[in-house]
């Protein structure tokens, strides 16, 4: 049996939503779209299962957060879809891709064939046994990418009121997890082998202005280390972590943050991969020029940079997928992507932003001892990263502005007494 469209959006999450919005902006007919998705729900905004879905109180559940409401744009929901002609195939898993037949085997045995093929794959966790350790099965061990992943931390949360939840894993995951976990009054101990948190983005300062402040919350930082293993009860609960470092740490529950790798499975040996993703032009198109990749699996390049990245973030996913589809439907009127990359997380009630790369020299600015704090990060002379905790709409637009300037920046002294002001001034 088979089926055929003339788009199909492969991966049913953040990029595919956003793709759908501008399909139907730019004019799709009925029956011409359809979006392939292993998950059983329409696309919605991931960045709520480690923040709104996990509060104890007011928490945000579908239909609440389908996409693109992130963005103060439509809400789809399952009713859009039908309305706008689009076929929803959720809760399907295509388990391999003919490039050079246009087509797509579903793991329902279903043939899916393409005129344009968008893949929206994502990524998936990087799993515990992936670094030799057992165990991750176990039902108090969780780890974060989808909603099924969602609801288990939130009943593991349930299970265990006042209980000890250990977090594997210092970056974005590892610390959202472990602010929701304290707001749901659960004790915390965070694990990971760097000397400080968010080691891929934060400088040593910017780290200990946040590991201070989640200490003053309970948290108890275990820098240095990794899990060697897991001790198990005999209804395959864990009941305790041991440390390479040769401690053992009681637990009730456990939420494993420690990397993704992108879904380009399918596409192995059929289109050019680069930096672990689907090597895609400015046009988001890939190596096959029927097939365009966007989101999490697609290394683009970052004109700002003048090299190829892969980003893992939210908003590249939506922009490069809007992107690819102008690019699809008016090839024409279509330049190049020009991104301007954007990461942002919200802790508590700190929230923060960061424009461009962090590459050079770094200059701090603000009291680290009250709640704005703010960084540039200088390379070759020029002003290429920007961050700042606790900023206003206005300032976040400014140091983005700035940032994609890259103004010439010839005093480190002088941008450090200026502070957020150079951003307010340029
Ligand atoms: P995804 O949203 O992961 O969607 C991929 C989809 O493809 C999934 O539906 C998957 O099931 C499907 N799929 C994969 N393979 C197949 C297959 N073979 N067959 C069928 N379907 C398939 N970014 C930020 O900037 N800010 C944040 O605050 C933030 N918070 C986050 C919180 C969490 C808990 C997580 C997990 C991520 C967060 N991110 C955040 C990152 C952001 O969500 C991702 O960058 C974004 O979701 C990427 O979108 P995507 O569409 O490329 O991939
Ligand atoms: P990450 O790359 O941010 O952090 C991985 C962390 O794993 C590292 O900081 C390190 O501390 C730890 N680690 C690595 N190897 C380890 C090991 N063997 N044992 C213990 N710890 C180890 O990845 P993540 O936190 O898992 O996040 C997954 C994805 O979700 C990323 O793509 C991230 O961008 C995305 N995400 C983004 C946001 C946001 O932008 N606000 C929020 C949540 C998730």
Redesign the pocket.
């Known amino acids: 049996m088979g089926r055929a469209f003339t788009y199909v959006i492969l991966g049913g999450g953040v990029a595919a939503g956003y793709a759908a919005l501008e399909f139907t902006k730019r004019g799709v007919s009925q029956g011409e779209l359809c979006i392939i998705s292993e998950e059983p729900v329409a696309p919605y905004e991931r960045?709520a299962l480690?923040k709104g879905f996990l509060l104890p109180e007011a928490r945000a559940r579908l239909p609440s957060f389908h996409t693109c409401v992130g963005d103060n744009e439509e809400r789809l929901t399952p009713k859009w879809y039908k309305e706008h002609g689009i076929e929803l195939v959720l809760g399907t898993r295509v388990k391999s891709a003919d490039v050079r037949r246009k087509t797509l085997l579903t793991a329902t045995g279903e043939t899916i064939s393409y005129r344009i093929l968008l893949v929206a794959t994502g990524?998936r966790?990087l799993k515990l046994e992936e670094?030799g350790v057992t165990g991750s099965d176990a039902e108090n061990v969780c780890y974060l990418r989808d909603l099924a992943d969602a609801n288990r931390i939130f009943d593991a949360m349930q299970s265990c009121p006042g209980g000890n939840a250990i977090v594997?894993?210092?970056?974005?995951?590892?610390m959202?997890c472990a602010a929701s976990l304290v707001i749901n009054k659960i004790n915390v101990t965070m694990?990971?082998?760097?000397a400080h948190c968010?080691?891929?983005l934060f400088t040593p300062k910017i780290a200990s202005y946040y590991e201070d402040y989640y200490k003053s919350k309970g948290v108890t930082f275990i820098k240095g280390t990794?899990?060697s293993s897991f001790d198990i009860d005999s209804d395959g609960k864990v009941t305790a972590v041991n440390l390479r470092d040769g401690s053992l740490l009681p637990a009730d529950m456990v939420v494993v943050?420690?990397?993704?790798r992108p879904n380009t499975g399918l596409f192995e040996g059929q289109l050019t991969l680069e930096k672990g993703g689907i090597k895609v032009n400015g046009k988001l198109q890939s190596s096959n020029s029927s097939i365009y990749a966007v989101g999490?699996v697609a290394a683009f390049p970052v004109k700002l940079f003048g090299e190829c990245r892969r980003l893992?973030?939210?908003d590249s996913a939506r922009r490069s997928a809007r992107h690819a589809v102008a690019a699809i439907m008016e090839p024409e009127k279509t330049g190049e992507f020009d991104y301007l990359p954007f990461?942002?997380?919200r802790v508590f009630t700190m929230s923060w932003q960061f424009y461009g790369d962090n590459v050079g020299e770094v200059v701090h600015y603000g009291d680290f001892s009250g709640s704005t704090i703010g960084a540039y990060w200088v390379s070759k002379g020029y002003l290429v990263g920007s961050f700042l905790e606790g900023g206003t709409k206005e300032e976040y637009e400014a140091i983005a502005k700035t940032t994609r300037l890259k103004p010439a920046i010839e005093d480190l002294g002088e941008l450090e007494r200026q502070g957020l002001g150079f951003a307010l001034t340029v």
């Open positions: 960045p480690s990524a966790a670094f594997i894993g210092g970056g974005y995951i590892g959202e694990v990971f082998p760097e968010m080691a891929r990794v899990l943050g420690i990397g993704i999490d893992e973030h939210v990461f942002y997380s």
